[in-house]
């Protein structure tokens, strides 16, 4: 079946401006996952949604970042007035069951923002 | 102290050799650990999970798990060009605060014909 999907691949704004990336999962997948990877670096965990729960925010560096997940499927990752130290890929996964045992996460190709 | 460590390399090994990828975590609960493979300009890939000690074995890849050493390995046997790439390893804490995998920064890893 398909992969995990995101869009646009890549994304060049001017500072300030806002954006917005998608993640579209596995279908069936119950946790969505966002991560950010600067050039070089490790994955920095933002954001996860499973099912109904109240996502966990807590790697999100900022009230610059928000993002949602509609009907326990597609999540919208959204950066409001982009800086450019927001400059990296965005990546999403998503997991059949939380991260336990079992709960493999598989990534999507991940979008590539750049800000100038 | 990093709560998942790993040399980032490049360990180099010539084709047909082993590969020997290693990781360490920090003292926390934790019940599942797992490998990815990064290509350069790519996204992880899942290449190998593991729960509990002992080793488990998937064609050419083999895990290792040693919790009371909080150490977890990957072995390439018969190592390729094709397995050049950078390696995570990822270790899910057990924590009331939720349930999201910690990645280490990875090691390249170069196979030289």
């Known amino acids: 079946g398909a992969g995990v999907s995101q869009s646009p691949s890549n994304k060049v704004t001017e500072k300030g401006k806002d954006v917005e990336l998608r993640c579209d999962p596995i279908s069936g997948h119950t946790a969505l996952y966002w991560y950010r990877q600067s050039l070089g670096q490790g994955l920095e965990f933002l954001i996860y949604f499973q099912g109904n729960s109240a996502p966990d925010k807590s790697g999100l560096p900022s009230d610059r970042f928000s993002a949602e997940r509609t009907g326990g499927s597609v999540s919208t990752l959204t950066i409001q007035r982009t800086q450019q130290e927001d400059s990296a890929v965005y990546l999403c996964?998503?997991?059949?069951?939380?991260?336990?045992?079992?709960?493999?996460?598989?990534f999507g190709p991940g979008t590539r923002l750049t800000v100038l | 102290q990093k709560e998942v460590e790993q040399n980032s390399g490049p360990l180099s090994v010539p084709e047909g050799a082993i590969a020997s990828l290693n990781c360490t975590y920090s003292d926390r609960v934790s019940q599942s650990f797992f490998w990815y493979r990064q290509y350069s300009g790519k996204s992880p890939e899942l290449i190998m999970s593991i729960y509990s000690n002992g080793d488990k074995e998937d064609g050419r890849f083999t895990a290792q798990l040693n919790k009371a050493s909080q150490y977890v390995s990957l072995l390439i046997r018969d190592s390729q060009p094709s397995d050049s790439a950078t390696y995570l390893c990822?270790?899910?804490?057990?924590?009331?605060?939720?349930?999201?995998?910690?990645f280490g920064t990875g090691t390249q890893l170069k196979v030289e014909l």
């Open positions: 990822a270790v899910n804490f057990i924590t009331g605060g939720g349930n999201k995998l910690t």
């Open positions: 996964a998503s997991s059949p069951r939380l991260a336990g045992a079992g709960g493999e996460q598989f």
